[in-house]
């Protein structure tokens, strides 16, 4: 059974950086898609990146393109996802999220995975 932790995060000052991990469990081969998403309270969860673990092929919404990069380390089973030039509207809980699949292309649709992350605080201070 795939399990994901997130590590990271924490305050930020606006115009700075943040680099959060997420570290799987029970991988057993690479059809897996991972994804990062993050929400506000009172707000549904928002999708931000997503790979495709095998092929390393990546997708992101148009709103997230700018500022956001995914990456993955195979070796280590772990995930990355690297935020520039942060903004107080950044702050959110993010979450890593990875269902099991065979599919080319990954989502960033939440209700398409079903394992997640506990979630990881990024709070950017103006």
């Known amino acids: 059974q795939v399990q994901v932790v997130e590590s990271g995060g924490g305050l930020v000052q606006a115009g700075g950086s943040v680099r959060l991990s997420c570290t799987a469990s029970?991988?057993?081969?690479?059809?897996?898609?991972m994804g990062w998403f993050r929400q506000v309270p009172g707000k549904e969860r928002e999708g931000i990146t997503c790979?495709?673990?095998?092929?390393?092929?990546?997708q992101y919404p148009d709103s997230m393109l700018a500022r956001f990069t995914i990456s993955r380390d195979k070796p280590k089973n772990t995930l990355y996802l690297q935020v520039s030039n942060m903004k107080t509207e950044d702050t959110a809980m993010y979450y890593c999220?990875?269902?099991?699949?065979?599919?080319?292309?990954?989502?960033?649709?939440?209700?398409?995975?079903?394992?997640w992350g506990q979630g990881a605080q990024v709070t950017v201070s103006s």
């Open positions: 029970g991988l057993t081969n690479d059809d897996i898609h």
């Open positions: 790979i495709n673990w095998r092929s390393g092929s990546t």
């Open positions: 999220a990875a269902r099991t699949t065979t599919a080319r292309d990954c989502s960033v649709s939440a209700p398409s995975y079903d394992t």
